[in-house]
């Protein structure tokens, strides 16, 4: 069974950073496309950033030029810099497949806020 555990999330003043990791327990995680996910209060989860087999990346409009998708196959992990923070980027943070989506993790609280 495939186990996605995400951490370093933590509440943050606006214009700050995190970076959060992803650490997937699956023999195959080279072969997948990756992706972070957030879910606000209220509001659908929604796809942030996501990163191909071949490292390609994408972002949406929200998060673009401040958030950073990268993976490290080796450790199997998953990871999201996220720069110049703002109030409406307060979600809880998780990360999964593109496609063939896996049950989600706990995923990790971050909190915008002065």
């Known amino acids: 069974q495939v186990q996605l555990v995400e951490s370093g999330g933590g509440l943050v003043q606006p214009g700050g950073s995190l970076r959060l990791s992803c650490a997937a327990s699956?023999?195959?995680?080279?072969?997948?496309?990756m992706g972070w996910y957030r879910q606000a209060p209220g509001k659908e989860r929604e796809l942030v950033a996501s990163?191909?087999?071949?490292?390609?990346?994408n972002y949406a409009d929200s998060v673009k030029g401040r958030f950073t998708i990268s993976r490290d196959n080796a450790k199997n992990t998953l990871y999201l810099q996220m720069n110049s923070l703002k109030p409406e980027d307060t979600a809880v943070y998780y990360c999964?497949?593109?496609?063939?989506?896996?049950?989600w993790g706990q995923g990790t609280q971050v909190t915008v806020s002065s």
């Open positions: 699956v023999r195959t995680f080279s072969g997948y496309a």
């Open positions: 990163i191909t087999t071949g490292g390609t990346t």
């Open positions: 999964n497949m593109v496609v063939s989506r896996r049950p």
